[in-house]
C-alpha cells in the first residue's frame, strides 16, 4: 500500500547514500522490508493507492518484467546500506503489499523474497507477509508461497455484503473468502481479514454481518479500518456529485465500538487502534515495527522507507522507477531528516496507538502534564496511568489524534 | 481657450481680485480625481512624466478605494484673458462619515464644482454636501462628467441638476475628466463665474485650518486658508481654541509639491509647518492667529469630532497587541477624529475599543492598521454610545455591551439620525420596508426627477452602523446612496442579549439590541455559532440570554472520533504532517471555559455575509 500524493521533502541523491544520522545506532534497531506490487485487476473506487491495472502499464514496468526490477532494488538497497555505513542485520519482518500481490505468479513473490534473504538473512520464525485477494489465490499459489518461505497471508475481504463491495468496487464474491481462508489454513500459513467499515450504504446490521462473518471463519488476526475518502478517488467524485453518501465519523465511531465488542467476544484483543489479534504472537510483527519506529526498506513504486529517523520515498510511477534502477540509480523521489523533537512527536504519535501504551516517564513536561486531564476525560486508562504507562480507553481510542496532540508540547 | 498662465502669480503678494477658491463636491467613482488629476496636468503645475492616476491621493488605501480621505490643496495658474488668476483646489473627502472636515473644506473656499457622474446622477452623499456648500453660500458650477460614457444620459442629469440648484439645464457644463474635453472651459468658468476671497489685509491674521496631517518626515503639516491679515515666516502662531502657540517653522503653498513661500496673504491657501507631533495640536476647524498682534475673534464654526460608531480590536495573535497600541498611537497623530481606549475580553484576549466617525471610518481604520502595520485584526461588532439611567439616577455611558448594567436601569436613549436615501422609485417599497424594519420613521419623501426619489427617515444609529447599507444596497440593485446625519437621541426599550458557551458568557458575541429583536439575534447567532465551531469531546450548549432567562438555545455534539485508522504503507510522514497543522491549529484556538472556538468563528460570526462577500463596497 502506498498513497497516491507523496509529501514534500529535500532531493534524495542517486546514489541512495543516507545521512549519517541513519546509521546511528542502527544495530540495535530491528530491520524489516516492503515490498510494494503496484498491480491490481481493477481500481477500486475508494483507492488511491500507488497502483495500476494491467492495462495501464508496459516495458519495464510491466507485470511480466517486475519481479526483476525490484530484484535489482533489493540489491541497490543493500549496496546502499553498506555504503551509507549502515551494519548487516538479518530481516524482521517481511510484507507484500499493493495493489494486489497475488496478481503476480506466486514464483515472481517468492524470487524477490529469496533475493531479499539472500542479501539480509532473515530471523529465525521470521513473520513475511503477503496481502491477498481472495479471487486471486489457489490452493497451490498458496502452497508455493509457503513453501517459498511466506508465514502469513491478508485477505482483503473488506465486508461480507455484496452491495457494501459493490460501493467499494471490489470484484470478489464474498462465498470465495472462506474458501481462500481454508486453503491459507491447510497449507500452513497464519491468517488475517482485513475489514473496511462506514462505507457509503453500509448499515449496521451489514456491519455487524461483515464482522461476524469474519469471525467465523476464525483468523488469527483482524484489521478493520475505517472507510476514507480520499481526494482525486472516484468515490470522493461520487460524493461529490451526490451519487454515493458521504461518510460519517458518527457512523464510523459506532461501528468500531460494535466491531471492538464483537472481536473481544470472539476472543481477539485489540493491540492498534484499527487492529486486533488472537494472541500476541499473532499480532502483525511488521505492523508493530512501523509503530515502534523500527528501520525498514520498502522497495517499489511509492514505497516509503526508513532509517534512524530518515524517511524517504520512491518516485511514483513504475516506468520511471523501473527507468531510475535500470540505469543503476536510486528510485528515490524525496527524503527528509528529521530532528529531535520531530521524532519524539513521532515517537507519541505511533507508540501511543499501541495496546502496550506509552512510557509516562518519556514524556516531557508538557506530556506528563496532560495525563491527569486525559483520565478525567476518559480517554486513557487510569490503572495504567498509576502504573506509569498511558494506554488508550476504547473511547481514547476513537480520539486518539486528541490525545497525541494533547501530549505534544 | 486659454493656455496655461506664462507667469503665475507669487505667494503672498497675490491680489485676492485674482484669487479663486474652489472645491470639487462629487460622489465617490464620479470622477473627482481624474478630474483633479486632468487639471493639474493642463495648467503645467504637474508634468506629463510625473503624472500618476489620482495624484493627490497619497493614501495607498486612498488610491485603491478610488476615494478621498485626507483632503489637500493646490495651487494652479491659470491665464483668461490676458490676466494671470490663482486657483486654489480644495480637495474634500466624499463621504458621510466625514461631514465635519468637508464642512471646513467647503469653508475655505468660494465657490464648489457640482460634479456628477453622466452615467448615474447625483447621490445622496453629494447632495447632503451640496447642502453644506449652499449653507456656505458657495456659488456652484454644475458639471456632468464622463460624457464620454456611451452609457452617460447628459440631458437627463443636467435636467436633474439644475432642477435641484435653480438655473437651466444649459448652464451645465459636459466634461470628460478622462479624455480632457471641456475642462479648459470648466477652469475657465471658475475663474468667470466664482467671486474673489474678501478680507481685511491690516487686520489682525486669521486663518482657518481645513486639514491637517502628519508627515513623518515633516510632524504635521496644516492646511489654511487666510481670512484676513497674513502670515509670515519665522512668526509665532498661535492657536485661537487652546491658546498654544508654536513657532512657524514653514510656510509655502502645494503646487503641488510643498514650496515655500515669503507668506500667505488675505484669501491665499497653503500650509504651515510647526514642529508639532500630533494632529490634536493643529485641529481642523481651530483659527489660527499671530502670538505678537492676536485676533481677539476666532473664525467660529470649530467642533470637536466626536466618535458615532465603537468597535473593539483585537489582535488575531495576542503578542501582536503592543504592536497594535503603538499603531493605534502612530495614526492618531494623523487622524483626529479616533479614539481608543484599551479593553479586554475574556473571549479575545487584550485589545482597544475604538471609537470612530462612522463605518467608512472603522474600515479604513482597520485596513491601514492591517497593511501598514502587518496586523492580523478581529473586530466585534460595531455598536453605539448608549446613554443608561439607572434607578438610582446614575448616568452612564455604555460603548460596549460588556459594560452594559444588569438590572436597575431607569432609562436608555439611543443615539438617532436622520437619513436621507436616494434611489429609483421602483424601489420605494423595499426601502421603506428596509427602514420600517429598522425601526424607522419616515419624514418625508420628494421626487428629484420623475423617476428617482429622496426618502428621509429618522432612525436609531445602532440600526445602521452594521449591515444596513449592504442590505440597502442589495435591494436597489446597486442604486440606492444613503447620508445621514446625527438627530439627537430617543428613549428605547433595549435589552442587552448574552450567548454562553457551556453556560460560559462570551463577551464578544453580546448585543445590544431592542427588545423585539432580542429573540432574532439569538436564533442568528446561536445558529452561526453551532455551524462556526467544531465539534468537542463534549456537547457544547449555545445559548442566548437576556439576564437569566434563555430566549435561544442550540447545541454541537460531541465528537466521537478523532484518530486516522491508518498509515498507508508507513507514510508517517504523511500523519506527522496532518498532526503537525492540527497542532498548530490548535493554536489559533480562543479557550472558552473548556470550548475551543477558533479565531475564524469570531471573525465570521461577527462578520455580516454581505459585508464578507463585498469588501470593495461603499
Redesign the interface.
Known sequence: MTPSVLPLGDPAPADGILPAQAAVGAASRKFSLYAHIPFCAVRCGYCDFNTYTATELGGGASQDAYASTAVREVEFAARAMTASGLPQRKLSTVFFGGGTPTLLPAGDLTRILGAAVEQWGIEEGAEVTTEANPDSVTLESLQELHDGGFTRVSFGMQSAVSHVLKVLDRTHKPERVPQAVAWAREVGLNVSVDLIYGTPGESLADWETSVRTALSYEPDHISAYSLIVEEGTKLAAQIRRGQVPNIDDDDHAVKYELADALFQAGGLSWYEVSNWSRTPADACQHNLAYWHGDDWWGIGPGAHSHMGGVRWWNVKHPTAYANRLDKGESPAAGRETLDADTRELERIMLVSRLSEGLSIDTLGPAGRHAVAGLIAEGLIEPLKAFAGTLVLTLKGRLLGDAVTRALLP | MSPMARTAPVPAATDPAIIRNFCIIAHIDHGKSTLADRMLQLTGVVQQRDMKAQYLDRMDIERERGITIKSQAVRIPWEVDGTAYCLNMIDTPGHVDFTYEVSRSLAACEGAILLVDAAQGIEAQTLANLYLAMENNLTIIPVLNKIDLPSAQPEKYAAELANLIGGKPEDVLMVSGKTGVGVEALLDQIVRELPPPVGDPNAPARAMIFDSVYDTYRGVVTYVRVIDGSLSPREKIQMMSTRATHELLEIGVSSPEPTPSKGLGVGEVGYLITGVKDVRQSKVGDTVTTFHKPATESLGGYQDAKPMVFSGLYPLDGADYPVLRDALEKLMLNDAALVYEPESSAALGFGFRVGFLGLLHLEITRERLEREHNLDLISTAPNVEYEVTLEDKKIIHVTNPSEYPSGKIAEVREPMVSATILAPSEFVGAIMELCQSRRGILGGMDYLSEDRVEIRYRLPLAEIVFDFFDILKSKTRGYGSLDWKADGDQVADLVKVDILLQGEQVDAFSAITHRDKAYAYGVMMTGKLRNLIPRQ?FEVPIQAAIGARIIARESI?A???????????????????L??K??EG?KRMKMVGRVEVPQEAFIAALTTDESSKDKSKK
Open positions: 469531546q455534539r465528537i466521537r472520533k478523532d484518530v486516522l485508522a491508518k498509515c498507508y504503507g508507513g507514510d508517517i510522514s504523511r500523519k506527522r504532517k498532526l503537525e492540527q497542532k490548535k
